[in-house]
């Protein structure tokens, strides 16, 4: 499906949540479907992660310390200072920004870095190890820099990390396998796989119907949230992305490679966020509301940056040959 397409049909889900959410009955129920959504949604991104490959994450050391390196301890600090420099005083929105940037995307990233001719299968074969990591960080993070905002039960933390990421990631790789074992890569790939993108797209779509009805009010008395959010979010995009690109033409990368870099490490998780956040924080749905926002200033930037570079392609200085995922 086109990514453009995708922003809007986001932007119809917001819409319909809103407009359903000034029903009383809908606006008081529709917060216990978010969850059981999201969670539906990530078995189908965990389904697609083949867990075994998790070594070929490693075969390139130097892309995949890179990506380690930018996305789990440069973009976590960054993030935080673009939050206190400009989201002092709102700890809802600096929290749902830091949950933002911290959980690198592990689908359509691969798409945007299609779209920009980068080279896919080494960005694929990092996958499995963003995947484990944001998993395993998420709560450190959560601890770290949300805990100087607001209190934050540990119990609770982990109680809804086992309950919203590990039961659909287990599920999904007890299905894998034994759906593997039964009838194979191929069948999985034809009959299961090519689905899955549509399906994850529909079930993040409802939980934004439910979400913005359930809390579609709240945005109305607070307009200003999407410019608030405009100014760091368009930042944290713009540096990262300039930053790689000096870094890959310093370490003399190849531009397919180097545009594997970038969108490996610009393209947001805001889904997983959104599952943890419905659960760690059911008081502040404000926070939701930063994550759900995410993806509508996200994928138009996206496919700007694809098309830059694309642009900047034919003057890129040829450094040497493309790396192999492995």
């Given at each position: ?21 000034q ?98 299968s ?68 034809e009959k299961?796989?090519?689905h899955?993108?549509n ?6 779509n ?37 930053g ?9 990368m ?44 996200e ?28």
């Amino acid at each position: 499906m086109n990514n453009n397409l995708r922003s809007v049909i986001i932007l119809v889900s917001v819409a319909v949540g809103i407009l359903i959410g000034q029903i009383d009955f809908i606006s008081s129920n529709s917060a216990f479907l978010i969850e059981p959504f999201l969670m539906i949604m990530l078995f189908g991104v965990f389904l697609q992660v083949d867990l075994t490959g998790l070594k070929n994450s490693f075969k390139n050391v130097r892309f995949a310390s890179l990506t380690v390196l930018i996305n789990f301890i440069w973009t976590p600090l960054f993030a935080w200072f673009l939050a206190s420099l400009f989201l002092t005083g709102e700890p809802d929105l600096q929290i749902g920004f830091l949950m933002l940037m911290v959980t690198p995307c592990t689908d359509w990233y691969l798409l945007f870095t299609d779209m920009a001719k980068g080279n896919v299968s080494l960005g694929a074969a990092q996958l499995p190890l963003n995947l484990i990591l944001q998993i395993v960080l998420l709560p450190v993070y959560l601890l770290i820099f949300a805990g100087s905002v607001v209190d934050i039960e540990v119990l609770t933390l982990l109680k809804s990390i086992l309950t919203v990421l590990l039961i659909p990631f287990a599920l999904a790789n007890i299905f894998r396998y034994i759906y593997l074992k039964k009838y194979g890569e191929k069948s999985l790939e034809e009959k299961i796989l090519v689905h899955n993108d549509n399906i994850q797209f529909i079930f993040l779509n409802l939980a934004i119907v439910a979400m913005f009805a359930s809390q579609g009010r709240l945005l109305l008395q607070n307009p200003e949230l999407l410019l608030i959010m405009l100014i760091p979010v368009i930042l944290f995009f713009a540096v990262n992305f300039i930053g790689v690109q000096l870094l890959g033409r310093t370490l003399k990368m190849s531009y397919e490679d180097t545009t594997a870099l970038n969108l490996t490490t610009l393209a947001r998780n805001s889904p997983l966020s959104l599952a943890i956040a419905v659960s760690v924080f059911p008081d502040h749905p404000m926070i939701s509301l930063v994550l759900v926002i995410g993806p509508l200033i996200e994928l138009p930037i996206l496919t700007i940056i694809a098309r830059v570079l694309l642009w900047i392609r034919p003057r890129y200085k040829v450094f040497g040959k493309k790396e192999e995922a492995g």
